[in-house]
């Protein structure tokens, strides 16, 4: 079996592995120093450990009929044990092949769980079997029962919380395929569930490490179809077999009390929608032949309705391999696509076709072309709207009330339509936006589960208005707030705002009228907590009392700060300084910025600033925010706008935009005297990494830089990348000058690049690191290369993150702390 494939380390692989990845970096950027001892994990100093290791705050989530609050409590940071499970990269998915469900490196295992009335009361714990972990609670529709799958030794177990009694009970043997999605959905009278099970009649898995009996072969005769640089596709005859064992499911309907009935027949599904009557089962059934090239997503497949018991009773589409897309953002694939429920009604089909062939170049009046269908699916499809832009996605709210959405990404345009279901064919324009242009957006509607756990809009008035949530962003901060918008005049009325100081989110109402609210509020100093607020008297009602998470870092002084860039674009950061610092006192600090580029085409929206200063903020896993209990300052944040103005690509000057964005901070922060100009370092995950990479190799601006699974080479990612649409071929200047693997001779201060071996973001293969690496070691570069086993894109192991903290830190110390004054050139 091939490496890619799979991912297995017993104990001694583990340490071998580690000390190849760590030592490498070690010995390398020593030149001809001998290598260290065998490096293990490490911990960073004081009192970070402390902060990683506590208890996390529990996840509320409040009942569909608002009588009931679950707090779900969370596993802390796993050990490197966990994530050495194994692990089979298939189709586009990393699967545990233990128990047919994510792979540990995406699961967000849950251990216990309390449930409080939400209008006071006792809180009661539910027994769960000793040393229980689980995965995606799920309310029933009714509020009654909420639904999990919990991990036993062979495999997952499907269980049901009874929220009168607290008492949990087992529905299913360990037979849940969970390698899509949750592994099971409500009925939608919450009498049972639809789930996914492994067929009953399975086998052990197929033996793929046999010797191969030929090559592996593609061809492809003349017709263009570019892809993205995709993660874990499979690769041979042996994945093809291993994805048919682990991805066949039987759809099954098991109640809650009587016996499981199956749902036809075994197969590939990637999607399985119960319409809200509970009539019927929309189906996306997968089918071969498979692809190397494209995720299962992309994979040829067919599109049905059946009925609970298997019946095909409509063909939605049956869509061929789709790797002919284009790699512009807005390109999509032809035939019906965003197949869907209606929320409102009882079973009615809704989806969208493009009407230029899904190219972005080709000229149409008409984009995408939305239809419904309704029960029994026997008429001809009726055309909801014609769109001018790509569809967006729509909120149902009653028989003539919807309102959908499309944009544009090359002008980040955005227009709502007002739309009557029982009026197909036309639209009514409620609003056009910059849909980046944070002060102005109005909101969207708020959406309450109905009886059927369907999600739909709130009416308020008589059906005359709509209740509306949004952020609220300002330049004194982001102040959620609740509106009524009228429905024929596309007017709202603002009805509650959060106050100042503090920042309230809603989490659900507890009337028709949102005139009591259960909301999430924090403050600056207050940790996150739910309330029950009376909007006429101004009450609040506590239901969560957490603490604070971190006190240790409860002193940190924190501020926005603005400046502007040379072209006069507006800028800002979040600075934090460490606790009791005293500038006066203390003087200039080391200083770390820690950033991550975005591309505009409206410079005023680019500069928009939105404070945080009535957020609570601590820092987990490997935040640079750590870096302040070690007597740094942090430069949180700083705008790196990208601005395409008047149709020009933002990319087109990239260099030159990062450069002055990163010379605006520089200045603002020496400016403040809060830090010392010959003492700040540059870093970022990511895209923040690319951008690390590039402003060492093209300024002088930063000691040292921290670069996080970054992407180095954009030759490796030739069909676009980030908000860059062109492909290599179609702009090779832009991708060469913006690949700091082509300047790798320029970046002349120390570099610390950190990869997790089993990266799974598209674009950042290690071997973009590995590269990077070996052509700035080449080059004399100072630089030290750390390979995490086991960890993905984020890192997600105990030892994983501690080791990348104690990393970063010993790092920072050495060229930014206590490094001498750099050398200045000579005096002409």
């Known amino acids: 079996m091939r490496l890619r494939r799979s991912l297995r380390a017993g104990p001694a692989m583990l340490s071998l592995a ?60 796993p050990p490197i044990a966990e994530l050495a499970e194994p692990m089979l990269r298939l189709g586009g998915y990393r699967i545990n092949p233990r128990n047919n469900g994510p792979a540990n490196s995406r699961a967000s295992w849950l251990t216990g769980i309390t449930l409080r009335p939400v209008e006071g009361g006792a809180a009661r714990q539910v027994a769960l079997p000793t040393d229980a972990r689980f995965l995606s609670p799920s309310w029933s529709p ?33 037979r849940v395929n969970a390698v899509i999605g949750s592994g099971f959905s409500w009925l939608p009278d919450s009498s049972g569930l639809v789930v996914r099970l492994t067929p009953a009649a399975r086998g052990a898995a197929p033996d793929v490490t046999h010797a191969p009996i030929g090559p592996i072969v593609e061809e492809t005769r003349g ?54 009557d509970g009539r019927y089962l929309l189906q996306t059934r997968v089918k071969r032949p498979y692809s190397y090239n494209v995720p299962a997503g992309l994979f040829p497949s067919e599109v049905t309705v059946t009925d609970l018991t298997g019946r095909v009773v409509h063909k939605v589409a049956d869509l061929p391999l789709r790797d002919y897309i284009p790699s512009a953002f ?12 209606r929320d409102d009604v009882d079973a009615t089909l809704v989806w969208t076709e493009a009407q230029d062939g899904g190219d972005i170049r080709r000229e149409a009046e008409v984009r995408d072309r939305v239809f419904s269908l309704a029960a029994p699916f026997t008429a001809a499809p009726t055309t909801v709207i014609d769109l001018k832009e790509r569809f967006g996605g729509i909120d149902w709210g009653d028989a003539d009330t919807a309102i959908l959405t499309s944009r544009w990404f090359n002008t980040r345009h955005e227009t709502r339509y007002l739309i009557d279901p029982s009026k197909p064919g036309t639209g009514r324009v409620l609003l056009e936006r910059n849909y980046q242009d944070r002060y102005n957006d109005p909101g969207s509607p708020l959406l309450e589960p109905n009886g059927r756990g369907r999600s739909v809009m709130q009416f ?20 959620p707030f609740l509106a009524a918008m009228d429905l024929q005049t596309g007017q709202t009325e603002r009805l509650w705002t959060s106050a100042s100081g503090e920042y309230e989110t809603i989490v659900a109402t507890l009337d028709e009228e949102g005139r009591r609210l259960v909301t999430r509020r924090e403050t600056k100093l207050l940790p996150p907590n739910i309330q029950i607020r009376d909007r006429a008297s101004g009450t609040l009602t506590p239901v969560t009392e957490f603490p604070d998470p971190a006190p240790q870092l409860a002193d940190v002084q924190r501020q926005l700060i603005t400046y502007t860039r040379a072209d006069g674009v507006q800028l800002s950061g979040t600075l934090y300084l460490p606790a009791g610092y005293d500038k006066t006192r203390d003087g200039p600090l080391p200083l770390v910025m820690w950033a991550y580029p975005a591309e505009f085409t409206d410079a005023a929206v680019a500069g928009q600033v939105v404070d945080t200063d009535n957020r609570f903020i601590r ?28 149709g ?3 990319n087109d000057t990239y260099i030159e935009q990062l450069t002055a964005d990163a010379e605006a901070a520089v200045k603002a922060v020496v400016d403040l005297g809060v830090a010392d100009p010959d003492k700040i370092a540059i870093g970022g995950h990511s895209y923040g990494a690319f951008m690390t990479a590039n402003l060492l190799a093209h300024t002088d601006l930063f000691r040292t830089g921290v670069a996080r699974s970054g992407a180095y080479n954009r030759t490796l990612t030739p069909f676009g ?43 950042t293969f290690p071997i973009q690191s590995e590269r990077f690496y070996a052509a700035l070691k080449g080059n004399g570069a100072t630089v030290r290369y750390v390979v995490l086993p086991l960890e993905a894109h984020g890192y997600r192991a105990r030892e994983s993150v501690g080791h990348t903290l104690w990393e970063t830190v010993r790092w920072l110390d050495q060229y930014v702390k206590n490094a001498p004054p750099r050398e200045r050139p000579a005096a002409q």
Do not use: C
């Open 18 to 77: 580690l000390a190849a990845g760590l030592l490498a970096g070690t010995a390398n950027a020593q030149s001809a120093a001998a290598p260290d001892a065998a490096l293990t994990y490490q911990q960073p100093p004081a009192p970070i450990p402390a902060i990683l290791d506590a208890a996390p705050t529990p996840t509320p989530s409040v009942s569909p009929d608002r009588k009931t609050v679950a707090l779900f409590e969370r596993s802390n940071l």
């Open 142 to 174: 009714d509020g009654k029962s909420i639904a999990l799958t919990l991990d036993r030794p062979t495999g997952l177990e499907l269980w049901v919380v009874d929220v009168a009694t607290a008492r949990a009970r087992k529905l299913t043997e360990a």
């Open 223 to 276: 017709r263009a179809a570019p892809t993205r640089t995709y993660q874990d596709l499979l690769g041979d005859a042996g994945d093809e077999a291993l994805f048919d064992h682990y991805f066949t499911t039987q759809l099954t309907h098991v109640p809650l009390s009587g016996a499981a009935r199956d749902i036809g027949q075994p197969g590939v599904v990637l999607g399985a929608s119960t319409s809200p």
């Open 330 to 341: 807005d390109a999509v694939a032809v035939g019906p696509r965003s197949v869907q429920w």
């Open 460 to 479: 308020i008035d008589g059906g005359r208005r709509i209740l509306v949530e949004g952020a609220g962003a300002t330049r004194a901060g982001s102040y």
């Open 619 to 646: 820092p987990g896993g490997s935040s640079h925010l750590f870096l302040l209990t070690q007597g740094y300052a942090v430069l949180d944040n700083p705008s790196m706008p990208i601005i395409g103005r008047d």
């Open 648 to 650: 020009a690509e933002p």
């Open 721 to 763: 990348f980030q908000s860059e649409q062109r492909t290599y071929w179609e702009a090779p200047e832009t991708y060469n000058e913006m690949s700091p693997f082509a300047f790798a001779d320029k970046v002349n201060e120390p570099i610390l690049l950190i990869h997790g071996q089993a990266d799974d973001n598209s674009g």
